[in-house]
């Protein structure tokens, strides 16, 4: 990248544990079971920062606690942290999420993306593009941003 | 027609597929599924084409064509002229394409070209001698529609501060009307004959107006009504004194219909007998009746019915077929169009 970087040396987390999920006694292979909190973040932990090589887990963009989920309702909500207030990558990240989870979750899914209240310095404007379907659309018709979140979630990186 | 003392019934018709993406909007082609006519509807959808659906002599509808290889990207919206004889195309490629309709077959015979960036919305005005288009450059744009499938761009409208989600024309009188995603809905009018056109009104926050994006709005048959739908998850109903054929006479909020839909609502139309249908996120149509029960606080709105559960995924477009049965047709990211018909609830149609 030729342009400077928006955050040069951002605060890297330890990855937190991969806690196993099929611990519970299998009563019944083909009972259906509910999409919970964990399951969710595990869909997203690993995607790539669009600019530097860590995972949004491991720069704190996104935790687990930052999932909720209503799998009666079919209703998921991921709130992220952008590093930066001025970050104008946020919008991208963003649409990573999304994408990841459209391709993710059931279609039945309704599924809110938002930064964190007080961690962007345009938080409605960010909020409002990304939960705009219209412009996701378009967004995702445009090849360098797809190339873009393509990259962000290439599976190579997990 | 009297709604008070009945129960009705959305029936579900037909569940049309064909489409490989998201179907974005419908129209009905005019004067069809009146008089013997069978009905005619155009679908565009997010893998570029647009599908041409006929109502055979059992009453069920199959595709007659797929308009491709034109658009090269989403097909956003689309609109027939009022003689039917043209179909509008508003696409993501930037461009407005005009198709002819000649017996089954349709031609594209014009490409409108100007738009920066995605077209979202076409419509015609009530002669058929002007087009509206509108779209992410903030820009609303209008066509003269010349001899010869010759299209002229008469005047470009700025005025709105974000991208522009919808333009519709008065059907009573050559006012345009347009609505954003800053919020807002415009009102434009000609100056004399002199091809100026200017914004007369803006119906914001501050008139009673939405709190979010305006995805979509409509006329009543009289055209002195309007509906508009929104992000805010509101409906809001607005009037002029438009029968007194004073274009500048301003429009007013009459009332505002909240918590029927808990999703964004992305279309509103009103039938000409005045039912207004609605389509929203939460994946649910409802209709709603002009309630005369309260007269002295002027005119207000009930729920006729909800469709809960629709289709499996948002409901992005509605529209009411203006002939003989009670037709509402629904397009959905789920890929399908719906056909639906009114009926009450002993199974009775309503004619």
Known sequence: MVSELINANPVVYEKKERRDRGGRAVLDEYAAEPIDQLEIFDHIRDIKDPEHPYSLEELKVITEDAVDVDDQRSYARVTFTPTVEHCSMATVIGLCLRVKLMRSLPSRYKVDIRVAPGSHATEAAVNKQLNDKERVAAALENPNLVDMVDECLAPSYA | ???????????????????????????????????????????????????????????????????????????????????????????????????????????????????????????????????????????????????????????????????????????????????????????????????????????????????????SLSFDASGDKMVSCSDDLTIKVWTSKMQEWDQNSPWKHVCTLSGYHDRTIFSVHWSREGIIASGAADDAICLFVENNDNEVEGPSFKLLLKKEKAHEMDVNSVQWNSGDRRLLASASDDGTVKIWELVRLSGQKLL
């Open chain 2, 1 to 215: 027609m009297n709604f008070e003392d009945e129960d009705f019934e959305l029936r579900e018709i037909q569940r049309l597929e064909g489409h490989t993406d998201k179907v974005w909007s419908v129209a009905w082609k005019p004067a069809t599924g009146i008089n013997g006519v069978p009905a005619v509807f155009a679908s565009c959808s997010g893998d570029k084409t647009v599908r041409i659906w006929e109502e055979n002599s059992t009453g069920s509808f199959q595709c007659q064509a797929v308009l491709e290889e034109t658009h090269t990207r989403t097909v956003r919206s689309c609109a027939w002229s009022p003689s039917g004889k043209f179909l509008a195309t508003a696409s993501f490629d930037a461009t407005t394409a005009i198709w002819e309709n000649v017996g089954v077959d349709f031609e594209c015979v014009s490409t409108l070209e100007g738009h920066d960036n995605e077209v979202k919305s076409v419509s015609w005005n009530n002669s058929g001698s002007l087009l509206a288009t509108c779209g992410r450059d903030k820009s609303v744009w209008i066509w003269e529609v010349l001899p010869g499938n010759e299209f002229d761009c008469v005047s470009v409208l700025q005025g709105h501060t974000q991208d522009v989600k919808m333009v519709q024309w008065n059907p009573s009188m050559d006012t345009l009307f347009s609505c954003s995603y800053d919020n807002t809905i415009k009102v434009w009018v000609e100056n004399g004959d002199s091809d100026d056109w200017h914004c007369i009104q803006t119906l914001g926050e501050s008139n009673s107006g939405h709190t979010s994006t305006v995805w």
